[in-house]
């Protein structure tokens, strides 16, 4: 096996050569559309699409980063991604990501994809490796919590009964280009693309410990969900841990911010 050096140069040369393919730049696209959305910009001036344009970019950095880890990770830890589960997934992804910006997650498209398998029998796809992938793109993506997700917090004021507490969002959006190693005689890199996102909130505390405990429970989850998928042989705890899983660290954290909400309202009528 290639060493870790040789391992990282050859996956940013094939991610750099994957920028520029029209998948990648259809992928970015849908980014820049879920920061415009998340801006609510009501017109498109010049110095608004600068800014998203900046965003664009370090998401794209820090995305090429995931990217190279993901690779890493899938190499050392023996997992294989295969191409068209992988295009499954992303396809769900992509279509949920239009409903709502907090779909954007492996989790969801992941889980469906593999209980449409188990109970329909289509699309065909190998639900512990399918699982597995999630749970390594989780990881990474609890990474790049921690390093990207509290840049750019925006102000926001949320309503309780007659109260309005102040508080901050945080959307953050990333295009992960990774690569995988196909093949059975001639074995060739074939680089992939995963779009990740992260969104939150709080009405207390500072942006950067925030992502950091969103960051360690979505490792934990990751961690949990890749033994689960490797070591468990009920093919249906895998993609349904995914699903109720995630949504256990929403509901925590919307729990958390709710109780921090009711705090703040409370002091202010109590010292008004």
């Keep these: 096996m290639y060493g870790l050096y040789q391992i990282v140069v050859f996956t940013i040369i094939d991610i750099l ?3 520029k393919s029209p998948f990648f730049i259809i992928i970015l696209f849908i980014i820049y559309l879920q920061y415009y959305q998340v801006e609510k910009v009501e017109s498109l001036d010049f110095e608004r699409g600068k800014e998203i344009a900046v ?29 068209q589960d992988y295009l499954y997934v992303l396809f769900v992804v992509i279509l949920l990501s239009f409903f709502d910006a907090r779909f954007i997650c492996f989790s969801y498209g992941g889980a469906l994809v593999s209980l449409s398998n188990l ?13 597995s992938v999630v749970a390594v793109l989780h990881m990474v993506e609890s990474i790049l919590i921690l390093l990207d997700g509290w840049r750019d917090k925006q102000p926001t004021f949320i309503v309780r ?43 207390s505390g500072i942006a950067v410990k925030k992502a950091a405990e969103t960051s360690f429970m979505l490792f934990l989850y ?37 109780k921090a909400m009711s705090r703040l309202i409370r002091m202010k009528r109590e010292n008004p």
């Design 55 to 83: 965003k664009l970019l370090i998401s794209t950095t820090f995305g090429i980063v995931g990217g190279v880890i993901t690779t890493v990770t899938f190499i050392y830890l023996g997992i294989v991604a295969i191409p």
């Design 119 to 131: 109970i329909f029998g289509y699309p065909k796809v190998q639900t512990p490796q399918l699982m």
């Design 222 to 258: 990751s961690v949990i969900l890749l033994y689960i998928s490797k070591a468990m042989d009920n093919l249906f705890l895998g993609p349904l841990f995914a699903l109720l899983g995630h949504e256990y660290i929403v509901l925590h954290n919307k729990v958390k911010e709710n």
């Design 17 to 19: 050569n994957t920028m």
């Design 161 to 203: 009964g007659s109260s309005i507490v102040s508080g901050f969002k945080m959307n953050r959006f990333w295009a992960i280009p990774f690569v995988i190693f196909a093949g059975d005689d001639l074995i060739h890199p074939i680089t992939l693309i995963a779009m990740l996102g992260y969104g939150d909130y709080f009405v």
